[in-house]
């Protein structure tokens, strides 16, 4: 009976999130994560130990799930929205582009961050990987190899892990940064998120590979700190 009752309360909680919002206060929550992706990959980048330089030369796109959250009436169960920014071109080797904005879900995540809020960084490392999340959910560790990426300026990041997997992903929380498993939780492209910030006809393959696409402003820090930190693909 308890169990029900705290499943009955978690909806609840998300009724008013998910009806009765005006599609201006949609776009709007869109923009703050957007905002919210820029700050950590800014507060990430400017720590001693953070993501290994030549990995962050070689990945193809990078994902920001700011503050993504357990689902306390789903055990196991966890729920981010963020955003993705790839290197433009059908290759991804061009400068960064515009963010589109994805989700991710379910796995057990919400069991290794302890139900705190944690934000995620994804490293997607080759062309596959890249193009797997274009156009449909990803189920990573089956659909997508993913592995836990190491730390440090002068890690070593050549084993057979990080060169096999596709994806390599990162947690921040409490100030710790570490490599953390993702396996079995999905990403997906957020179809309602991207019309709301580019319009009603923008896919997230679109706005991912179109340089002629503009990151709103919400967005620039965020590819700006990319372009910084990164600006051409090393193979």
Same mark, same amino acid.
């Given at each position: &009976? ?14 008013? &999130? ?12 869109? +923009? ?18 953070? *993501? ?9 796109? @990078? *994902?920001?799930?700011? $503050? ?9 169960? !966890?729920?981010?929205?963020?955003? &993705? ?15 589109? &904005? ?12 302890? #139900? =705190? ?6 490293? @997607? ?5 890249? /193009? /797997?999340?274009? +156009? ?9 190899? *993913? %592995? ?6 002068? %890690? ?9 997997? =596709?994806?390599? !992903?990162? /947690? ?8 953390? $498993?993702? =396996? #079995? ?9 991207? +019309? ?5 006809? %923008?896919? %997230?393959?679109?706005?991912?590979? =179109?340089?002629? *696409?503009?990151?709103?402003?919400? #967005? ?16």
């Amino acid at each position: &009976m308890n169990c029900l009752a705290t499943i009955l309360a978690g909806a609840m909680m998300l009724t008013p &999130m998910l009806f009765g919002r005006t599609t201006d206060e949609n776009a709007k929550d869109e +923009h703050n994560r957007l905002q919210n992706a820029g700050t950590v990959m800014q507060e990430i980048l400017d720590i001693p130990d953070d *993501i290994p330089q030549d990995l962050l030369d070689k990945a193809r796109c @990078v *994902i920001v799930m700011p $503050s993504v959250l357990k689902a306390a009436f789903v055990v196991g169960g !966890s729920y981010g929205r963020g955003t &993705m920014v790839c290197r433009t071109g059908k290759d991804f080797s061009g400068p960064w582009g515009a963010p589109a &904005m994805y989700a991710l879900e379910g796995g057990s995540v919400g069991l290794q961050i302890g #139900g =705190e809020a944690t934000d995620l960084v994804i490293l @997607v490392m080759n062309n596959r990987g890249a /193009s /797997s999340l274009l +156009h449909s959910k990803v189920k990573l560790g089956a659909d997508a190899s *993913i %592995a836990a990426g190491p730390k440090g300026r002068t %890690a070593a990041a050549d084993t057979d892990a990080y060169l096999r997997a =596709e994806m390599l !992903s990162y /947690s921040r929380a409490r100030g710790v940064f570490a490599g953390v $498993s993702l =396996e #079995g939780t999905t990403l997906r492209p957020d179809d309602d998120a991207n +019309h709301r910030l580019y319009g009603k006809d %923008a896919s %997230a393959a679109t706005i991912l590979t =179109e340089p002629k *696409i503009d990151a709103p402003p919400s #967005g620039k820090m965020l590819v700006g700190r990319l372009q910084k930190a990164s600006p051409q693909l090393k193979s």
